[in-house]
Each structure stands twice: as structure tokens, then as C-alpha cells.
């Protein structure tokens, strides 16, 4: 029997003994990576974490990925739990790098301000979308968000033709009577973060309308009979193949597929704007978005830390922004994102 | 006189029955082999269709999958190698807090405590425990672990994440527990007793042997659950993006940043294109695998040092 006491126990240490061995084989492995990618004598070292949006997450993993390899010294993670979310991570300190979809509230700033805490403001990108039909439909050239409401919110569930969204269309004030013709919609799926993004901006407001008056339901704002893909060039494939169609994908993957389908007006309520990469870029475009970056002041001076916002802000970094599916600041942007970081201009400066 | 009484005339006629008219036997037991056949064929199923919709990983490049970390580029690039050591250590940590409070606990309510009305509403609490959804306890590891604690966890740490899933499983750990002290018969604490042992040395030499490879059981499936939880990691800060740790020696590891294979998979689930759906549905087999080796582990241990009494 005494002998049965610690006998049973065994493999589970044995476990245990497993667990730190693979924990120490992590290392050479993550060495060897780095060696191989052809950084040399690099010194620099410390950690580095980002949290906060998950629209921004591609970007900062793209980031991250080039600097730890140019930097294999730095432990580095990243994290996309939501804007709020970084935001609320910031007030309580210890987050050096926060991602923000949206820009900073001002309760949301007065909770950081109140923990001591002094954040550098940073544009780094663009969320355009677009809004697309085949590329040879000249019924239809410029849409309202009301319009759009109309046609993809879930109170348009089952219209099969563009005019019967002409009822609800008047209702909401839109710019129609359209005239007939397959309505068929091809769009990102549920688990795409330009799902969200279209939601957010071109139809919550609309939407959010519709359910105060208790006419569309509050868990949905998209009618879900459309054909979802996670895949853009499907999208583009489904929308350039049914003239009457109509879709919407990032703008960066529509610009590049302007053969094939009609990037369509937008009217957010100042008039019909054309997406192209200024109109966009100067946010005149309606179903657009920056991107922010947001850094802990206290942070600025860490040499890690230091290094990834120059990178990010660099030329180089830059490119990183179009493999993500986004779009380029403009250039005046570009130049007031790098002297807030260079002159380490604390507050909202956007 | 007795074979002719009433009595013995009835359990007669009653053992003469046809085994046929036991009709709600038997449809009782093809219900029972019904639920049987529903639920393996059930796990028959998803397992078939994660190993179909990750073979294009599986069976190509799956040394690669499994020695190489996340990699937002393409999912081609991407593996789940942080993803199994950031499992393994938020288990280590995990069992290294959960089964001592647990089985500590255990043992106080069922040799100590006895049947006193304490200790009757701690147990009914623990059962109540153990129902409370996982993000709850994310919520609690958040405050306490993470936040309260970081002299100790360093923030969203292993240690924070592994402590967050001990207080998870500590219930199933004391239940299985409580249940295993129960199972040794009172005689043997009687018998050693009678011979003039003290409660230390029967608890000690007879009563924790012989419900040991039960508690080891229990203990093995809980870690096996804590493997398999994804939203209370995700609370307590995984990293769910790129993840690389630096300079930092093994130990440092514990209390840096980490990730781990079920937050891995919700991150390629969440990727559009098909090939993270690939990617998700390898990760999904590789945690199974890791899994099932738990649970093997499990098995063995009950065999290997099962009482019979």
C-alpha cells in the first residue's frame, strides 16, 4: 500500500516534465526562424503587446510579423478583442500599443486621462467599401444609404427584384422607384470584419431608425437570403456575372476589379461620391473609415516599442496596410500620424 | 408445507414467463442502443468531417502545421505550434493549482467535515459551481487573476490563464473527489481503526490509496476539459494574432504572453477564405489528438491501479 501511494502519481509528472521540455524546444525553433530570414546581430530586445480592434488586427499581424523577424530579440504579441475593448485594456494600464476601428470617445479619453495615462494619436489606414454591381448595369449609378437599407437590410429579406423594394424605398425616403430587374447579392460573410464595417457605417444609423419604430428586428440588419462568401473573388465573380446585381467588398479588391464590376456612388447624405483613393482617402466617401493606432505615452521611450511605430509608420510599413485589404492615408495624414509620433503630440489631434 | 404456499405458487408462475413478452425490455433496451449508436455516431460524424475538411493540412504539410507559429500572411504559412505549448503550460499550471486545492478540499468535506450542514451547503454550492458557463469564470479570471493578483500573475500571463481554468475545473475536481472518498468502504477505515491507527495514518495508508486512481481520473478528464476551453482564455488576454516570444528563457515563457490551440482555432474560424477553414479543421483534429492522449492517460491510470471491492 505505501508503495501504491506515489506510484499513480508518476505520470503525471511525467506530463508536467513533458510540458517544460516542449516549452524549451520553442526557443531554437523560434531562433532558427529568425536566423534563416537573414537578421543579423540585431540587439534589440523587450516586449512589445497590441490589443484593441480586430478590423486592425491583419494590419498590426503583418506588422509584427516582418519586425520579429528583423527583430528576433522581441517578444511580441498580438490581440483583436474589439476597439472598446482596447480602449478599456489602455485605462488600466500596461498596454503599450492599442488598435481603435473608430476614433477615441471622449469618455472613453477621459478614463485613460484619469489613470495617468497619456496616449499618442495615430492614423495608419483606410477601411474603405465599396459598393458594387456588374460592371455593364447603367440602371443604377449612385445609391443613399437609405437605398442600400432597402435593398440588404433584413426587412428586405426575400426581395427577388429590384422594384420590390420600391414600397419600403419610399417609405424610408430613398431615391427610388427603381426599375425591375434580378436583385442578386453577393457579400462577405458574417465572420468577415467588412461585414461589420458595412453594417457600422452604411446601414446601422438607417437600421437603428427602422428599430426604434419597432419595424426591423434588433439582432439583424442584414437580410440573411444573400450569397455569402469569404472569398472577394467570388464576390466579384458572382456580381460581374448577373447584370442587375449588386455587392459590396473592400474598396482596394473592387479598384483592382473595375473590368469586371461597377464601383457604384454612394450618398451619405452630402451628395453622390465616387470611390476612388482620394475621394476615400479625404473620407469624402461615406462608407469610409480611419484605422487608428493608439500609444501610451510612457511607452514612447522604449526602445521595442519605438522601433515597431516607426516601422509601422515607415514607407515600408505602409505597404502593409494594401496586403491587408486597406486603403493608403493621404498623404497629409500620413505626414500628421509621423509628427505626432516623432514630436510625441499627446491627446486627440484628428 | 412451504413450496405449496401462495407465495411460492406466484415467484413460479412468474419465473415460468416466456422471455419474449418482455416487451418494455426490450424496446427499452434498442432505445438505449439507439442513444448509444446517436451519440458515437454522432462524434463519428464530426470527426470525419474535421479530418475531410483539414486533410489538405493533414496530409500534406503537417510537420510544418505543427512546428511553426501563427502567421497572418496566408493560412498556408500559419501553424499551431504556440498553440500546443501554450496548451501544455496552461494545463501544467492549471493541475499545479486545481488538483492540490481540489482534492485538499475534497478530503476535508468528506473525512473532516463529514455530514455537518457546512459542509452539506459547500458541496451543494461546488455542484452549483460546476454548471456556471465558462465565460464566467473568464470574467473572474479578468478581475481577479489578471488584474488583482498582477504582483503575482504579471497580467495576462500563463499563470493568469492557467489559474483562471483551476478555478474552472476545481469543482469537477472536488466532485469526482467527494465521490471517490465515498466509494471506500467504511469497513477498511473500521478495520484500520480497530487496530489502533490514527486518523492520519488511515487516511494517509489506506483511505487516499485506495481512492486514488479514481481522484486521478477525475483530475485527468478535468484537464482535459481545461485544454478544450477557448472564451475564458480569450478573456484573460490570449494572444489571438501574432505571437513570438522573444528572448525569453522557459520560465520567462510562464509569464509572458501565449496563445493556445482552441483560441487558435476561433482565430482561423474568423479569417475569411477557405483555406483558415482548413487550417481551423486540422487545429481541431491536433487538439482532439492531445485530447484523446489525455484521456488515454486517464484510462490507464484507472485500470492500472483500480480496486475492486
Redesign the interface.
Known amino acids: 500500500?505505501?508503495k501504491?501511494?506515489l506510484t499513480?502519481?508518476a505520470?503525471?509528472f511525467a506530463?508536467?516534465l513533458?510540458?517544460?521540455a516542449?516549452?524549451?524546444?520553442?526557443?531554437p525553433?523560434?531562433a532558427a526562424?529568425a536566423s534563416g530570414s537573414g537578421a543579423a546581430g540585431d540587439q534589440l530586445?523587450?516586449?512589445i503587446?497590441?490589443?484593441g480592434s480586430?478590423t486592425v488586427?491583419?494590419i498590426?499581424?503583418?506588422l509584427?510579423?516582418a519586425f520579429?523577424e528583423a527583430h528576433?530579440?522581441?517578444?511580441?504579441?498580438?490581440?483583436?478583442?474589439g476597439s472598446g475593448d482596447g480602449h478599456k485594456a489602455a485605462a488600466?494600464g500596461?498596454v503599450p500599443i492599442w488598435n481603435s476601428s473608430r476614433q477615441i470617445k471622449d469618455s472613453e479619453a477621459t478614463d485613460i486621462d484619469a489613470a495617468g495615462i497619456e496616449f499618442i494619436e495615430l492614423r495608419v489606414a483606410i477601411d474603405g467599401i465599396s459598393v458594387i454591381t456588374a460592371a455593364g448595369n447603367d440602371a443604377i449609378d449612385c445609391l443613399s444609404f437609405e437605398d442600400l437599407y432597402s435593398l440588404v437590410g433584413d426587412e428586405a429579406t426575400g426581395f427577388g427584384d429590384w422594384a420590390d423594394a420600391n414600397a419600403l424605398n419610399a417609405e424610408l425616403g430613398g431615391t427610388g422607384p427603381f426599375s425591375s430587374g434580378a436583385l442578386e447579392i453577393f457579400a462577405?460573410?458574417e465572420?468577415?470584419?467588412?461585414f461589420d464595417s458595412f453594417i457600422e457605417i452604411a446601414l446601422e444609423h438607417v437600421w437603428e431608425h427602422r428599430v426604434e419604430g419597432g419595424h426591423a428586428d434588433e439582432n439583424f440588419a442584414v437580410r440573411p437570403d444573400y450569397n455569402a462568401s469569404?472569398?472577394?473573388n467570388v464576390i466579384i465573380d458572382g456580381v460581374s456575372g448577373n447584370q442587375t446585381s449588386l455587392g459590396w467588398v473592400g474598396f482596394a479588391f473592387a479598384d483592382e476589379n473595375r473590368d469586371k464590376v461597377k464601383l457604384l456612388e454612394v450618398d451619405g447624405g452630402d451628395g453622390c461620391v465616387a470611390p476612388t483613393a482620394e475621394t476615400i482617402a479625404s473620407a469624402e466617401f461615406p462608407i469610409a473609415r480611419f484605422l487608428y493606432a493608439y500609444i501610451d505615452a510612457a511607452y514612447a521611450s522604449d526602445p521595442a516599442v519605438k522601433a515597431f511605430v516607426d516601422f509601422m509608420l515607415s514607407d515600408e510599413g505602409q505597404t502593409y496596410v494594401v496586403?491587408?485589404g486597406y486603403v493608403n492615408l493621404s498623404a497629409a495624414d500620413l505626414e500628421q500620424s509621423r509628427s505626432n509620433w516623432n514630436n510625441l503630440t499627446t491627446g486627440r489631434t484628428f | 408445507m412451504l413450496l405449496t404456499s401462495p407465495a411460492g405458487i406466484a415467484t413460479s408462475h412468474a419465473l415460468r414467463r416466456r422471455p419474449g413478452a418482455d416487451v418494455g425490455g426490450a424496446v427499452f433496451k434498442w432505445l438505449l442502443i439507439g442513444a448509444t449508436v446517436f451519440a458515437t455516431g454522432f462524434l463519428a460524424v464530426l470527426l470525419a468531417v474535421m479530418i475531410v475538411d483539414g486533410w489538405a493540412v493533414l496530409s500534406g504539410n503537417l510537420w510544418y502545421f505543427l512546428?511553426?507559429?501563427?502567421?497572418?500572411?496566408s493560412a498556408a504559412e500559419a501553424g499551431v505550434?504556440?498553440g500546443?505549448?501554450g496548451s501544455?503550460?496552461v494545463?501544467?499550471v492549471t493541475?499545479v493549482f486545481a488538483v492540490p486545492i481540489g482534492v485538499a478540499t475534497a478530503i476535508y468535506l468528506v473525512e473532516y467535515a463529514q455530514n455537518s450542514r457546512f459542509a452539506r451547503i459547500v458541496e451543494l454550492n461546488i455542484r452549483n459551481l460546476a454548471g456556471v458557463p465558462s465565460i464566467v469564470y473568464g470574467l473572474l479570471g479578468l478581475v481577479i487573476f489578471v488584474?488583482a493578483l498582477e504582483d503575482f500573475s504579471k497580467?495576462?500571463t500563463v499563470i493568469a490563464g492557467g489559474m483562471t481554468l483551476a478555478a474552472l475545473v476545481l469543482p469537477i475536481i472536488v466532485i469526482t473527489s467527494v465521490e471517490a472518498l465515498k466509494a471506500v468502504p467504511d469497513s477498511l477505515r473500521e478495520a484500520a481503526y480497530g487496530v489502533g491507527a490514527t486518523k492520519w495514518e488511515v487516511l494517509?495508508?489506506?483511505v487516499?490509496?485506495a481512492a486514488?486512481?479514481t481522484i486521478?481520473t477525475g483530475?485527468?478528464l478535468a484537464l482535459a476539459r481545461a485544454l478544450g476551453e477557448a472564451a475564458p482564455l480569450?478573456l484573460v488576454?490570449?494572444?489571438?494574432?501574432?505571437?513570438?516570444?522573444?528572448?525569453?528563457?522557459?520560465l520567462e515563457?510562464?509569464t509572458?504572453?501565449?496563445t493556445a490551440l482552441p483560441v487558435l482555432i476561433f482565430n482561423f474560424?474568423?479569417?475569411?477564405?477557405?483555406d483558415?477553414?482548413v487550417n481551423a479543421a486540422a487545429a481541431s483534429v491536433v487538439i482532439l489528438v492531445l485530447v484523446l492522449a489525455v484521456n488515454g492517460?486517464a484510462i490507464?491510470?484507472r485500470n492500472?491501479?483500480e480496486k475492486q471491492w
Open positions: 500500500m505505501r501504491n501511494w499513480p502519481a505520470p503525471l506530463l508536467a513533458i510540458a517544460a516542449c516549452g524549451g524546444g520553442g526557443e525553433s523560434e526562424t530586445s523587450g516586449s503587446s497590441v490589443t480586430s488586427e491583419p498590426t499581424n503583418l509584427a510579423e520579429a528576433p530579440g522581441v517578444a511580441f504579441s498580438v490581440a483583436g478583442p488600466a500596461e462577405p460573410g465572420e468577415s470584419g467588412t469569404a472569398n472577394d496586403d491587408a | 512546428t511553426h507559429g501563427f502567421s497572418q500572411r505550434w504556440q500546443i505549448i501544455l503550460q494545463a501544467l493541475g488584474k497580467g495576462a494517509s495508508r489506506q487516499l490509496p486514488l486512481s486521478l483530475t485527468v480569450i488576454g490570449a494572444a489571438t494574432g501574432f505571437l513570438s516570444f522573444g528572448d525569453a528563457n522557459v515563457t510562464f509572458g504572453p501565449y474560424a474568423r479569417l475569411p477564405g477557405a483558415w477553414g492517460l490507464y491510470l492500472r491501479f
